[in-house]
Nanobody
Framework: EVQLVESGGGLVQTGGSLRLSCVVS????????IGWFRQAPGKGREGVSC????????YYADSVKGRFTISRDNTKITVYLHMNSLKPEDTAVYSC?????????????????WGQGTPVTVSS
């Protein structure tokens, strides 16, 4: 069974940091791209970042470039999203998702498997 489980969300003040984790199971980690997405209240889903587990390629949305870093730990089968200099507009439910590495990018329609999400709230 394919599973993606997020954790690490919470409440943080503007300028603070959080690290989100996405533990994956049920599919070969090296063969998939893992992406992070977010959805703020009343808004559509937005792609944040993705990583190709095979060659460590990374991609970031312009809105988070320079503030967020995506990484992976192959021994723990986990992808992390390190979020620094957080802003109130980063408030959203953050979800990780997986797509076979024949795909790439931040179009959520491309991703086949999704976690339940973890909420992040940045107070001003």
């Amino acid at each position: 069974e394919v599973q993606l489980v997020e954790s690490g969300g919470g409440l943080v003040q503007t300028g603070g940091s959080l690290r989100l984790s996405c533990v994956v199971s049920g599919f070969p980690f090296d063969d998939y791209v893992i992406g992070w997405f977010r959805q703020a209240p009343g808004k559509g889903r937005e792609g944040v970042s993705c990583i190709n587990s095979r060659d460590n390629s990374k991609y970031y949305a312009d809105s988070v470039k320079g503030r967020f870093t995506i990484s992976r730990d192959n021994t723990k089968i986990t992808v992390y999203l390190h979020m620094n200099s957080l802003k109130p507009e980063d408030t959203a439910v953050y979800s990780c998702a997986a797509v076979h590495n024949t795909g790439w990018g931040l179009d959520p329609r491309s991703y086949a498997y999704w976690g339940q999400g973890t909420p992040v709230t940045v107070s001003s």
